[in-house]
């Protein structure tokens, strides 16, 4: 059976003649991203926003319906409902953003909730209501900026890693790619103001850790090929590592672009923001691991001598006394 290659043999791409451009294209999009998130704001869920949680019990069933319940709830029009196994299988969390009218109101609040309640003990009969409170809108986003130091913190003992394994300028070469992902992706959830919930949290995370292995797969190549090809001109040489190692990217995106879309496109609105991140950051992921983490080592200095151990006086002599240059 012939293999199938998307990619052919030998390609000779030069990826790093347009470094500078797409280095522009890219910082303007990082400050578009934050302008964004910092002048329009992330339109955060129930998770980091605050707003009513109701407990529930199905007695008669072995499973709580979720799907059902995230439909049911969903149609009285309080947005997205985050609805979640907690407990036993038949228990659920169900949780909903309050409107602004309603936010610090404890009787509209109740209203919702019993409207919730009623809704769906009509449709289940073996619905028990276990509790209903309200998720303070100052613990939520206490909540948020642990997830968002979370994230920094990761991101940063990824880059610490990267900085051991390789050479300090790997690590701020993988740091700046993922920053440039993290920044797009919230850029794009604060352009469309998408649902940013704990689901986003963890897309991110992936994002992260998509992003890096792209990143690593190219990095080590360098690595290889600085110690293979010494007289090499650096942007030469990482074009080469590029391109020996773009057969993999291109097929590893598109087995993951084959799995995700049609979740996008037919997949349940739930998991659509979710999606849509990932999406988004396999395509930026891809892009930073050529574009953003490989030409930087340019400007700060990688070359020849960056893998080669360095020589003492004495083993100088050594080698001299030995007759080698």
Partial sequence: MRLLKLVPDNTNIKFLKWRAPFYIVSILLILAS???????GLNYGVDFAG??????????SEQAPI???REQVGSLGYGSPVVQQFGADNQVSIRVRLPAEAEGDNEAAQRIA???VAEIAANHEDFRLDGNDNVSGKVSSEFRDTALWALIAAMAAISLY???RFEWQFGVGALFALFHDVSLTLGMFALFQLEFSLQIIAAILA?????LNDTIVVYDRIRENLKKYRKMPLPELLDLSVNETLARTVMTSLTLLVALLPLLFFGPESLFGLTAAITLGIFVGTYSSVYMAAPILIWLGVNSDSFVPQEGVAEKQERIARGEQ
């Fill in 51 to 60: 707003g009513l949680e109701i407990r529930a019990t199905f007695e008669q």
């Fill in 162 to 164: 990267i900085w051991i």
């Fill in 34 to 40: 934050w302008a964004l998130v910092f002048s329009e």
């Fill in 114 to 116: 019993n409207e919730i």
């Fill in 67 to 69: 799907p059902e319940l």
């Fill in 207 to 211: 994002i992260i850790g998509y992003s």
